[in-house]
């Protein structure tokens, strides 16, 4: 039935989940079920030269010390700078005029110039197009640690804590894959080094919370993870390999490609040498 406005939707319902083609629906945030009112980004392109501002991290503890902001407005100044910690999005009254439409915070998009789409950005993270980010695995990595390595890539953007969990996951994995020996995975790593894993990569790990005394359990999600640590742990996920797969396989591929005899001769000569 269609009103007068040309209005098709129903007029009576009960509560109804979130729906962008509804104007009340059960809030995702309180419950409710209520009115919801929309609101449209109006874009106003930056300047050349200037990005989104992002607030540091440490934006509370730089303005609790900063000795040049008076006492009585650091309160104000973090509470309005802790929205933007907190990655929400909203709305703010415009500085330059009260006539103005207000900011929408926290939220930016860019536009390519080669393609022309467009990219939703929520704070410092890219919520669309889905990405894959991080490094490619290295192809010699078993089938099952893969799978683990490309789900870290795909969640990377929007949970750098989930990925550097799975990437923990995938190291301890790895060793078990290639038979180290060990009953803790600070063993295991070890005695990776003792068979030619680069000792700079071990002590990379420990960096990364991956071994030694602040070590995180793999599959546990770490507060102090972030998007540099999960990426430098995609990193030393393929040196591992590398090292340890990739290269021993080259060298046994080009030994074998070595005429029968010139092998033959080289094993008698090993021989004698023991």
Same mark, same amino acid.
């Given at each position: 039935?269609?009103?007068?406005?040309?209005?098709?939707?129903?007029?009576?319902?009960?509560?109804?989940?979130?729906?962008?083609?509804?104007?009340?629906? @059960?809030?995702?945030?309180?419950?409710? #079920?209520?009115?919801?009112?929309? #609101?449209? !980004?109006?874009?106003?392109?930056?300047?050349?030269?200037?990005?989104?501002? @992002?607030?540091?991290?440490?934006?509370?503890?730089?303005?609790?010390?900063? !000795?040049?902001?008076?006492?009585?407005?650091?309160? $104000?100044?973090?509470?309005?700078?802790?929205?933007?910690?907190?990655?929400?999005?909203?709305?703010?009254?415009?500085?330059?005029? $009260?006539?103005? $439409?207000?900011?929408?915070?926290?939220?930016?998009?860019?536009?390519?110039?080669?393609?022309?789409?467009?990219?939703?950005? @929520?704070?410092?993270?890219?919520?669309?197009?889905?990405? +894959?980010?991080?490094?490619?695995?290295?192809?010699?990595? $078993?089938?099952?640690?893969?799978?683990?390595?490309?789900?870290?890539?795909?969640?990377? /953007?929007?949970?750098? +804590?989930?990925?550097?969990?799975?990437?923990?996951?995938?190291? *301890?994995?790895?060793?078990? #894959?290639?038979?180290?020996?060990?009953?803790? !995975?600070?063993?295991?790593?070890?005695?990776?080094?003792?068979?030619?894993?680069?000792?700079?990569?071990?002590?990379?790990?420990?960096?990364?919370?991956?071994?030694?005394?602040?070590?995180?359990?793999?599959?546990?999600?770490?507060?102090?993870?972030?998007?540099?640590?999960?990426?430098?742990?995609?990193?030393?996920?393929?040196?591992?390999?590398?090292?340890?797969?990739?290269?021993?396989?080259?060298?046994?591929?080009?030994?074998? /490609?070595?005429?029968?005899?010139?092998? *033959?001769? @080289?094993?008698?000569?090993?021989?004698?040498?023991?």
């Amino acid at each position: 039935m269609t009103d007068s406005k040309g209005d098709v939707r129903p007029k009576k319902r009960g509560p109804q989940p979130p729906s962008i083609g509804l104007t009340a629906y @059960i809030c995702p945030h309180c419950g409710t #079920h209520t009115t919801q009112y929309w #609101h449209q !980004l109006f874009a106003s392109r930056f300047d050349k030269g200037k990005a989104p501002f @992002i607030v540091r991290p440490d934006i509370e503890n730089f303005v609790r010390k900063e !000795l040049d902001i008076p006492e009585s407005e650091k309160e $104000p100044l973090i509470k309005h700078y802790l929205p933007y910690l907190r990655r929400e999005v909203f709305l703010r009254a415009s500085e330059d005029s $009260p006539f103005n $439409p207000p900011e929408a915070c926290n939220i930016a998009l860019s536009k390519c110039y080669e393609c022309d789409d467009i990219a939703v950005w @929520i704070h410092d993270r890219l919520v669309w197009p889905p990405q +894959r980010m991080g490094p490619d695995p290295n192809k010699d990595l $078993p089938d099952q640690i893969i799978v683990d390595f490309e789900e870290a890539r795909s969640i990377l /953007s929007l949970s750098p +804590r989930g990925a550097a969990a799975l990437l923990r996951l995938c190291v *301890e994995k790895l060793c078990i #894959h290639l038979n180290a020996e060990g009953k803790t !995975l600070d063993q295991r790593i070890a005695n990776l080094v003792s068979n030619g894993l680069d000792e700079r990569i071990q002590k990379s790990l420990d960096a990364v919370r991956v071994i030694g005394n602040e070590a995180v359990h793999p599959g546990q999600l770490d507060l102090k993870d972030d998007h540099k640590t999960a990426e430098t742990l995609f990193r030393l996920m393929n040196l591992i390999a590398e090292k340890m797969i990739s290269e021993p396989a080259h060298v046994e591929e080009i030994y074998q /490609s070595l005429p029968p005899e010139k092998r *033959e001769g @080289i094993e008698q000569r090993d021989k004698k040498t023991q």
